[in-house]
C-alpha cells in the first residue's frame, strides 16, 4: 500500500494546526501566473480532499483574504491580503525613514535614541542607537517592554482606541519600579496630558535612574504607527537639559512622518 503523500500535501509536525497550516499554504498557491484557482486543482495541489479545500476557501472568502470570481467560480487573493500587506509596507517605509533623523537626533543629544512600534500592549524597539557615554540606556532590537511604563509605548497608546487601553488595565499595571503608575486614573491622565501636547516624558517608571521623552510619528492616514524616543540617566537629563530635548525629538517625529505622507491639516 502506497502510504506517501501527493504532491505539494503537508508534512507539518502535529504540534503546528493543520488547518492554519494548511490555509495558509492554500493562500501560498497563488502566484503571478496562477491568479485564479479553482477549488478542484486547490484541492489537488494541497493534497487534501475537495470539500476540505471549499471549506477553507469559504472561511477565507469570509474574512475578506479570498475573492470568488462570480462568472466562473474561481478564487483568487483579497483585499483583505493587501490591508496586511500594507501595514507591513508601513512598518519598513517608518524604519527606512526614521534612519537618518535618529542619527541626528543622537549626535544633537548624545543619548540613546529608539525607534518603537505598538506590538499589542507592548512595544518593540525597532531601531537603538546608543549613546556614546558609559552610563546610558539599553535596549536591544526585539526587545519588548509594556506600553503603559515607557515613553515610546505612552506617546502611542495615547493615541490608540480606547479599548486597547483598557486591555492593558484589565491586564494588571505591574510595577517596574516604585515611580510606574499601577493606577488606571493615573494612567488614562498621563495619556491624556500627552494628547495635549504631543509627546511624554516618562521619569523612571520603566528603569530606576532612566528618563526619556519620545513623541509619535503618524502615517499618511494621520495613524500614530510608531515612536521615536530619547533616554538617558536622569543625572544627565535633568529638567533644564529635558526641555532643550523635547523640540528635538518633537521635530524628528514630525520630520520622519511627513517623509511616509502625514500631511498636517490647519484649523
Not at 52 to 68: K, N, P, V, Y
Not at 240 to 249: H, I, R, S, T
Request: net charge neutral.
Amino acid at each position: 500500500m502506497d502510504t506517501s503523500l501527493p504532491p505539494g500535501a503537508l508534512t507539518e509536525p502535529k504540534a503546528r494546526l493543520s488547518s492554519v497550516v494548511t490555509a495558509i499554504a492554500l493562500l501560498k498557491a497563488f502566484s503571478e501566473s496562477d491568479i485564479e484557482i479553482g477549488i478542484s486543482r486547490l484541492a489537488k495541489t494541497l493534497g487534501i480532499a475537495k470539500s476540505t479545500a471549499h471549506r477553507l476557501a469559504i472561511t477565507l472568502l469570509s474574512e475578506g483574504l479570498l475573492e470568488q470570481n462570480p462568472e466562473n467560480g474561481r478564487y483568487r487573493l483579497g483585499i483583505g491580503l493587501f490591508r496586511l500587506g500594507s501595514l507591513v509596507r508601513q512598518r519598513m517605509d517608518v524604519s527606512a525613514e526614521a534612519r537618518p533623523h535618529l542619527f541626528d537626533l543622537r549626535e544633537t543629544t548624545g543619548e540613546t535614541v529608539h525607534l518603537a512600534l505598538l506590538d499589542g500592549t507592548q512595544i518593540m524597539y525597532v531601531y537603538n542607537l546608543e549613546s556614546a557615554h558609559a552610563i546610558r540606556m539599553r535596549s536591544d532590537v526585539g526587545v519588548c517592554k509594556p506600553a503603559f511604563c515607557t515613553a515610546e509605548g505612552l506617546a502611542m497608546l495615547a493615541f490608540q482606541p480606547t479599548t486597547l487601553v483598557d486591555s492593558i488595565i484589565s491586564e494588571g499595571l505591574k510595577a517596574r519600579t516604585p515611580k510606574t503608575r499601577t493606577d488606571p486614573h493615573e494612567l488614562r491622565a498621563a495619556l491624556e496630558e500627552v494628547r495635549v501636547r504631543g509627546y511624554a516624558v516618562e521619569d523612571e517608571l520603566s528603569e530606576e535612574g532612566m528618563r526619556a521623552v519620545a513623541a509619535p510619528v503618524r502615517n499618511s492616514a494621520g495613524d500614530v504607527v510608531a515612536a521615536i524616543g530619547v533616554a538617558g540617566p536622569t543625572q544627565r537629563l535633568s529638567d533644564a537639559v529635558l526641555a532643550d530635548v523635547v523640540p528635538k525629538v518633537v521635530h524628528a517625529a514630525s520630520t520622519i512622518s511627513a517623509r511616509i505622507g502625514y500631511r498636517l491639516v490647519s484649523a
